[in-house]
């Protein structure tokens, strides 16, 4: 049996498809699997899906794209094909058309042209209320209703890094975020550090930032002090080392919440207007901790994240 799976856009969205990769697996144990991606989820890509087939799709015109790679891979007559996004899509309707395959899964809404391409359609309202990885498995499998442990996302580093960091524990905080209302302000960092070392007098802070925000950066590490060190990863083999080492990771909604959870690593993430039961990182609740404001994570009461931050460390 031959599977096609497409999946585009970011990191947090290749996660939120790993499970449904994993129960495929687990249902057809001698399917051959191929994976459509975007090239900014390749490098991810090698970790969470090393043992199935990975195809790029070439950047430029997105729809000369997707019909070029569809119509090269017809060839392959994939049994199933399946679009890994819990919402209508026609570009998505029109790849797995034009890749032949004989079963064709995805969200459809109402009679448009590209529902009529899907011959194995969900309804929008049979994935809505879930969590984005449990509407992506919904898509091909209707009657989940939760994911079992085994199914939860994993990240497995091939090598053990070395040890580069010094402090008991490390303490991740991140000043790059594109969404502002999941920002965590240097004010509010700073309080949690001050809290932290009066605990453990030998953490250390890491404050992991894009070059773009060197000089906010600069601003939390003048106000943590000398326990505090600015790291800017150079690739995501270098960034999932660093996540890996840290004893405890605190940051707002984003890709990192979710390469955390994947790693197993405990975390206190933040979330703001994003409902977490959305996009919540996939962790047990002894590993991760999540808190929402409606508006903006800075609103979060600070006591509640310190305990939260204590409670994890002290396991």
Request: charged share 20%; net charge positive.
């Amino acid at each position: 049996m031959k599977i096609a799976i497409l999946r585009r856009n970011g990191l947090g969205d290749l996660i939120c498809t790993q499970p449904l990769i994993k129960c495929l697996q687990n249902t057809y144990p001698d399917a051959e699997i191929s994976l459509f991606i975007e090239s900014g989820n390749a490098a991810l890509a090698k970790y969470l899906c090393p043992d199935i087939n990975i195809n790029i799709l070439p950047k430029g015109n997105k729809y000369l794209s997707v019909a070029r790679t569809a119509l090269k891979f017809r060839k392959e007559n994939f049994d199933i094909a399946i679009s890994a996004k819990p919402t209508a899509m026609k570009l998505n309707n029109l790849f797995l058309w034009l890749l032949g395959a004989k079963k064709r899964y995805a969200v459809v809404a109402g009679k448009n042209w590209h529902s009529q391409l899907i011959n194995c359609p969900m309804s929008q309202e049979k994935v809505k209320g879930y969590h984005q990885a449990l509407k992506v498995l919904r898509v091909f499998s209707p009657d989940m209703q939760f994911l079992s442990p085994d199914l939860l996302p994993s990240i497995t580093l091939n090598e053990e890094s070395k040890l580069i960091y010094s402090g008991s524990p490390l303490i991740l905080f991140s000043v790059s975020n594109n969404r502002k209302s999941s920002l965590i302000s240097n004010e509010y960092l700073a309080l949690i550090a001050a809290g932290i070392s009066e605990k453990y007098a030998d953490a250390k802070f890491i404050i992991s930032t894009l070059p773009n925000d060197i000089d906010l950066a600069k601003d939390l590490n003048l106000r943590i002090g000398d326990n505090s060190q600015i790291v800017i990863s150079d690739s995501l083999d270098s960034f999932l080392a660093l996540l890996n080492e840290m004893t405890l990771i605190v940051v707002g909604d984003g890709g990192i919440c979710h390469l955390s959870a994947a790693l197993k690593k405990k975390l206190v993430a933040l979330y703001g207007v994003i409902k977490p039961e959305n996009w919540s990182p996939l962790a047990s609740e002894d590993q991760c901790i999540t808190f929402f404001d409606p508006e903006n994570v800075n609103n979060i009461d600070l006591t509640k994240v310190k305990n939260a931050i204590f409670s994890l460390l002290g396991k």
